[in-house]
């Protein structure tokens, strides 16, 4: 069973730095690829990053690319998601998933989500 908690998110700043945390409270955290999607306000949910199994490739849109890192602690059975250089659109609910595909940017990859967590960029 996989159970996704997201937490980090808040108010910040444009140019302002964020750490998402994405723990699972099961015990296959490791067997999973994971990744992270955002879903701003009227729009659709989007690919942000994902990380394979061991968090040895990493993949990114290529908006973000630069700016977010993602990583996990497959010890800790957390996932990671570092935001440096904030803007106003990088406002969303941002949400991890565990995927059996690695690298997938695809929404319908993923069979376990967490409940989101909102980041909002202020300019």
């Known amino acids: 069973q996989v159970q996704l908690v997201e937490s980090g998110g808040g108010l910040v700043q444009a140019g302002g730095s964020l750490r998402l945390s994405c723990a699972d409270s099961g015990r296959t955290f490791s067997s999973f690829a994971m990744g992270w999607f955002r879903q701003a306000p009227g729009k659709e949910r989007e690919f942000v990053a994902a990380?394979?199994?061991?968090?040895?490739?990493?993949y990114y849109s290529a908006s973000m690319k630069g700016r977010f890192t993602v990583s996990r602690d497959n010890a800790k059975n957390t996932l990671y998601l570092q935001m440096n250089s904030l803007k106003p659109e990088d406002t969303a609910v941002y949400s991890c998933?565990?995927?059996?595909?690695?690298?997938?940017?695809?929404?319908?990859?993923?069979?376990?989500w967490g409940q989101g967590t909102q980041v909002i960029v202020s300019s």
């Open positions: 990380i394979s199994r061991s968090g040895g490739n990493t």
């Open positions: 998933a565990a995927s059996t595909k690695v690298g997938s940017p695809n929404e319908g990859a993923y069979a376990y």
